[in-house]
């Protein structure tokens, strides 16, 4: 069968250390922007200097040659990039008590030794108070890319939530105003009720990198991690009730008892500081995105399942950087709100989120991440076009698992982006999902509505790799909710490996996520550090020479045993357990 053969195909792809499979192979676009436009592109200049030492005892850099020249400038100023995050994560911390406090300081430890490894110490970014046009910019890029004091230098790059594509702009299949028709259909696409035997993501903080959460939709509120002392948590086990969530006794949960709200001065605008904003006072979601892909990721609806997220016993974890009105912004807030995740103890984070221009910074963040253990999924993009050519970041990082987005037909649709560098593909076409029905999306969709769970929130369809995107999110959730020790790098080769392949010509390169696939392979795979499963594969692949033949269901032991692999009884029935347990066919 074809559940077989994937995890024959497991066996020969993963190894413990370190993923076998190559990299992304993209075409980096260069910086490159008309002097006369006046399209925003960046927030200022990223600068990392060599010498650490110097930017230590100096404090502010103005013994450096290349300061004292920029700083005469236009006024630029300069920011080291962890100052402002190192201060919202001391006060994050500082609100939080016992365990919660002892498992943020070690992560703050864990985040820091990480940080250090790549220097971030010595990365600042250079403003002025008003926007540096393109010509300036490229100016000063050309002017100081060859110093000896720096070892990069880059536009603080913006970065755009990834806008839903109109009903009418989707082409995979017209709208259906049959509320039925109207259900999750993705969830049967990509066989999650039936992984839901499985698991259905417990445990598991899932971030989201994009414009907050409707705190108060029913469909949302038992899912959403509580970081608020005052919030009562009466079983422990990081839920809510509604009752216990309304400190204020007004019949709504209060905003400031969950997620993040990064500052970011893009525009001109503060968009929040935590709990302390001056423009928008809570993490919670005005603009409808960030709350549309929470629902895909973990609703958890009382009367059908037909509306549940992908993983509905996962935590979701806000973290807005963008307005009510899904405004961009820059690179270094990403960064702020990665670490932020990271600190709350996110394993996996949700980015449907990209840009043009390829960032040094950035894809060390999204290493970073990587190197704690944190699976970072993000979403291709929506202009129909070759990623491989015209990448979109950070889904052309090697460390993020880049996802396509298919339509009812099982095929990638038709605005969806695609290329070898795209790692998988789910559904994301006319995808129902939880939003506000005061948001700016809905307001401005409103064709898009499909039903009402109370007067204010209700269920509403988009279209977009936006959406695409968390149902991966949400599988990761189910796969380490079930094997919490695997790697970010194992994780994204299960999901690659398990997946359906479609048909058509714009594919992703490993197909089409299978949630039962990927958590059986998940429950079967081995982290021991002494097995090389792929020897092992390779080894029983040598002895059947001729491939037209079946693997008989009389593999044993010894077979595996004399070729003096280090190989430990238990794995060796996990791997004869997962073959022999039908017949396979190489063809």
Known sequence: SSESLYIFILIFSISSFPSTLSAKKVIHKEFSCDENSKEIIADGIIVKFKDSEQIAATNILNETSIHNKLSKKKNLKFKQILSGSDAEIAVKISKLQGNKKLKALARLEKLKEVENAYKLNQVFTIQDDHKLTCK?????????????????????????????????????????????????????????????????????????????????????????????????DNNYNGFVSLDDADINANGKIDSDSYGNEIQTSFNGNIFGDYYESSSVESPEDGFGHGSHVAGIIAAKNSDSEDFNGVASEAKLIAIKIFDNQGRFTSVTELLRGIRSSIIDGAKVINASIGGSYYSKLEEDTYKLADSLGVVVVAAAGNSNSNNDYQPVYPASYET??????????????????????????????????????????????????????????????????????????????????????????????????????????????????????A???????????????????????????????????????????????????ETIAQILKAINAVDINLN
């Open 136 to 232: 300036e910019l490229k100016n000063i890029l050309n002017e100081y890319k060859d110093s000896d004091e720096i070892e990069n230098i880059e536009p603080n790059f913006i970065r755009e939530i990834m806008s839903p594509v109109s009903l009418n702009q989707d082409l995979s299949g017209s709208y259906a105003e049959d509320q039925a028709v109207n259900k999750a259909w993705g969830i049967d696409q990509i066989n999650a009720k039936t992984a839901w035997q499985i698991s259905k993501g417990a445990g598991v903080k899932v971030a989201m990198i994009d414009s907050g959460i409707d705190y108060n939709h029913p469909s949302l509120w038992g899912n959403i991690w509580v970081d608020n002392q005052n919030v009562k």
């Open 400 to 517: 993020v698992l880049s996802v396509a987005a298919t339509d009812k037909t099982d095929s990638i649709a038709s605005f969806s982006n695609y290329g070898e560098s795209v790692d998988i593909s789910a559904p994301g076409s006319q995808i129902p999902s939880t939003m506000n029905n005061q948001s700016y999306l809905a307001q401005r969709l409103p064709l898009n509505f499909v039903k009402n769970i109370t007067e204010d929130h209700g269920i509403w369809l988009l279209s977009g790799t936006s959406m695409a995107t968390p149902h991966v999110a949400g599988l990761s959730a189910l796969i380490l909710s079930k094997n919490p020790e695997l790697s970010p790098s194992q994780v994204r080769e299960i999901i690659k490996n398990s997946a359906d392949q479609i048909s058509g010509t714009k594919q992703a390169l490993h197909g089409r996520v299978n949630a039962l696939n």
């Open 519 to 569: 958590l059986n392979l998940a429950v079967s795979f081995s982290n021991d550090a002494s097995v090389n499963l792929k020897e092992v594969a390779n080894l029983i692949f040598r002895t059947r020479s001729n491939r037209n033949k079946k693997f008989s269901s009389n593999l044993s032991k010894n077979s595996l045993i004399d070729t003096n692999l280090d190989v430990k009884d």
